[in-house]
C-alpha cells in the first residue's frame, strides 16, 4: 500500500508545473508584478502573434495536433532510402514550465525560446519587430 501511495505522489508531482509566481489563477499575469515588457510580450501572446489560437490558459495547450508545413522551407531529399517532406502533424506541448523543459520542438531542433518565437515568426509568418519578439520571450518565462 506505501509504495503505491508513494508512486501515485510521485506522479502526481512529476505531471505538476513549477510555481509561476507573476501568473493569476486564470493562467494570466499580475499587472501588479509583471515588467512592462512581460505585459507587452502577453499582449502580442492574445493578439498579434495569435498563440492563443493553440496555447490556451490556463495551462497554455489544447492538446490537438497541428501540421505547420515546414516542407515550404525544405529542398526534397532522399534520406536513408526514404523522400523527406517536413513534420506533419504535431501535437500542441502545454507551455507552462516551458523554461524548465528545453530543447523545444518536438524533436528538440530548437534550443532557446528566442529561437522558438523565431521559428514561429517565420513558419506562421508573422511580421513581428525585434523588440516584439524579446517581449514575447519574457511573457513565456513568466509560464
Known amino acids: 500500500m506505501w509504495v503505491t501511495e508513494c508512486y501515485y505522489q510521485l506522479c502526481d508531482r512529476s505531471l505538476d508545473f513549477p510555481p509561476a509566481p507573476k501568473l ?13 515588457a512581460e505585459l507587452g ?4 501572446f492574445f493578439g498579434k502573434a495569435q498563440c492563443t489560437t ?3 490558459p ?4 489544447d492538446n490537438l495536433m497541428y501540421n505547420l508545413r515546414t516542407e515550404r522551407f525544405y529542398e526534397p531529399q532522399m534520406i ?11 501535437k500542441t506541448f502545454p ?12 524533436d528538440g531542433r530548437l534550443l ?6 523565431e521559428f514561429f515568426t517565420l513558419i506562421l509568418e508573422f511580421n513581428l519587430n525585434e523588440q516584439e519578439k524579446k517581449d514575447l520571450v519574457a511573457f513565456l518565462y513568466q509560464l
Open 95 to 106: 507551455l507552462r514550465g516551458i523554461t524548465d523543459s528545453p530543447t523545444y520542438l518536438q
Open 54 to 56: 493553440c496555447h490556451m
Open 24 to 36: 493569476t489563477v486564470l493562467g494570466k499575469l499580475d499587472p501588479k508584478k509583471a515588467t512592462e
Open 112 to 117: 532557446r525560446l528566442d529561437d522558438t518565437v
Open 41 to 44: 510580450g502577453q499582449d502580442l
Open 80 to 90: 536513408n532510402g526514404r523522400q523527406a517532406a517536413g513534420d506533419g502533424p504535431i
Open 58 to 61: 490556463p495551462y497554455y495547450t
